[in-house]
């Protein structure tokens, strides 16, 4: 057996619902797969003496699973006054509506066509509910619209998509980009470095204890791969498809079609930055 601390972030292990700290609460989606892992995190967020909460990613439109959050709110006597969004992907987004429904919520996401209600989302928002402060951070790269939580009372992060708690994500090309991805992990680390955060609550997979090093690992994986691609390219293997035969030859063949959005992206990034051929002249 492999322990957990000796994983990249500290990984606490099995994926459950669950409190994970003082003020978040892990409500698991169940949509577990290969690309979602253990399945979606739901996260109810407030304040230990509030009775307001904010929930953030309700999941897919999965009506068990979302009246499974509110039950899970009202046992602690919470309400839940306001729902966001990390991301439009369907597995974090496609039950926002009902959700809303169901808690009489606005969702706020910064994709205007993933909000209900007038208030979007934008990086150095704060938001306030009940007491509880979360700080908006701009982490595209994933998707373009991928956005990550700061929760200082916690000293943890909201992650989405960017930073799993298993494994590495998807740059999903087109629209992520990896230059966005790269800087997005380079502004998380600095809010382990500058703001003291150690935790990652991520959208999918066990919390990581050890986000500096989360992050750390981040960015050595995307440096070793972009090197693979490159010098798979120099050998001769032009096309994504090809790429992806030769570096993610040990990956399980059934996550191909999601290894070819990131190789989109690392090849677009190889050009653009003059590394190979086909960039901008």
């Excluded at 030859?249 to 086909?278: C, K, M, T």
Aim: proline letters at 6%.
């Amino acid at each position: 057996m492999t322990d957990a601390a000796a994983l990249p972030g500290q990984p606490r292990g099995i994926v459950t619902s669950g409190r994970a700290t003082a003020r978040a609460f892990n409500i698991l989606a169940p949509n577990p797969s290969a690309m979602t892992l253990d399945g979606t995190n739901t996260w109810l967020l407030s304040e230990p003496d509030s009775e307001l909460a904010v929930v953030v990613d309700p999941g897919p439109l999965d009506e068990a699973h979302l009246r499974a959050v509110i039950a899970t709110a009202e046992k602690t006597g919470k309400r839940i006054a306001l729902t966001l969004l990390t991301h439009g992907h369907p597995d974090h987004a496609a039950g926002a509506g009902r959700f809303a429904e169901l808690t009489g919520t606005k969702v706020r996401a910064l994709d205007p066509a993933l909000r209900l209600g007038d208030e979007g989302l934008a990086a150095g928002n704060v938001i306030r509910t009940g007491g509880l402060e979360l700080h908006v951070v701009a982490t595209p790269g994933h998707t373009a619209d991928s956005l990550s939580f700061h929760l200082p009372a916690d000293r943890a992060v909201l992650t989405g998509d960017t930073i799993l708690g298993r494994g590495t994500t998807v740059v999903a090309h087109p629209d992520g980009r990896l230059g966005d991805y790269l800087d997005s992990l380079r502004r998380l680390r600095s809010l382990t470095v500058d703001d003291g955060v150690h935790t990652v609550l991520p959208g999918h997979g066990p919390v990581l204890d050890d986000a500096q090093g989360a992050v750390e690992f981040y960015l050595a994986h995307r440096a070793h791969r972009l090197a693979q691609v490159e010098t798979a390219v120099e050998d001769g293997h032009v096309t994504p498809a090809e790429v992806v035969a030769h570096v993610y030859a040990d990956v399980d063949r059934s996550l191909w079609p999601a290894a070819e959005w990131s190789v989109r992206a690392q090849l677009e990034y190889l050009q653009d930055h003059g590394l190979i051929p086909g960039g901008p002249e």
